[in-house]
């Protein structure tokens, strides 16, 4: 059976546009925001996963740490 494709770009905007809230209108330090989005994450995937799928989702993340796009910086945002 094929798994149904889901469109996460929604969720992604919504968290992604909340991070940048916190940077721009807070003042939140970008690697403060970054490791409670990491936490989060990683809470997540140990609650739901069991602990071989957790092991291989974080492998994954680690393996794939260099195919990692940049988020424009603050100042790119405002202007």
Known sequence: MKK???DLEPVYQACSGF????LRDMGVDELEVAA?????ALSIYR???NPDEYE???DAISDSRHNV???P???QTIH
Not at 19 to 22: F, I
Not at 36 to 40: E, F, G, K, L
Request: no cysteine; aromatic share 4%.
């Open 19 to 22: 991070a940048q809230s916190l």
């Open 47 to 49: 609650t739901t996963l």
């Open 36 to 40: 409670v989005y990491a936490s989060i």
């Open 56 to 58: 291989a989702i974080v």
């Open 69 to 71: 796009n940049l988020l």
């Open 4 to 6: 149904q494709q889901i």
């Open 73 to 75: 910086t603050v100042d």
